[in-house]
């Protein structure tokens, strides 16, 4: 079983969770993501391949990058309650993939849609992801949180 990692707008409620969580929130709320603010994050990336799936009520992104050393990564992301219309938010979620590159298509959407928060359903650390974000650094930050509060609670107190 995999990590599914919601993708939130960043708002007032957001806000107060990420100071609770002692996560520095950005300056600003964000924009409903919508697949068609996807569809248009994503346009013309160098090195992608995009392939959008959709159906009545289901709308999926696979985006895959190839590495400098040939390997492969990429990230699924998937529109809960599409119904049909590319411009109605959409709740969006990362099913598959590398942790890493779904904070760069996260990246991606946010130029687009403003700061968002990616939550992963195995840990309750957010991340803040922003346009322009230094992602690498993001993403060992991010880790280490997560790895500090799993061990809070499996080490012996």
């Known amino acids: 079983m995999g990590v599914l990692y919601s993708l939130l707008v960043v708002d007032e409620r957001m806000i107060d969770y990420l100071r609770e969580r002692g996560v520095m929130p950005p300056a600003g709320t964000s924009l409903p993501p919508t697949p068609a603010r996807v569809r ?6 160098p090195g992608w391949k995009v392939d959008i799936r959709s159906g ?10 190839v590495r400098a050393d040939g ?3 990429y990230a699924l992301l998937n529109a809960a309650g599409y119904r049909g219309d590319e ?20 990246e991606r959407i946010a130029a687009v849609c403003g700061p968002l928060a990616l939550l992963g359903d195995h840990s309750g650390e957010p991340v803040v ?5 230094d992602v690498p650094a993001l993403y060992t930050d991010w ?5 500090a509060e799993s061990r809070r609670f499996t080490e012996p107190q």
């Open 40 to 45: 248009r994050a994503m346009e013309d990336v």
């Open 56 to 65: 009545n009520e289901w709308w999926q992104a696979t985006v895959a990058a």
């Open 71 to 73: 390997g492969i990564d």
């Open 87 to 106: 411009a109605e938010p959409a709740s969006l979620y990362f099913e598959k993939g590398d942790g890493l590159m779904n904070l760069v298509v996260a």
């Open 129 to 133: 992801v922003t346009a322009g974000a």
């Open 143 to 147: 880790l280490a949180r997560i790895d």
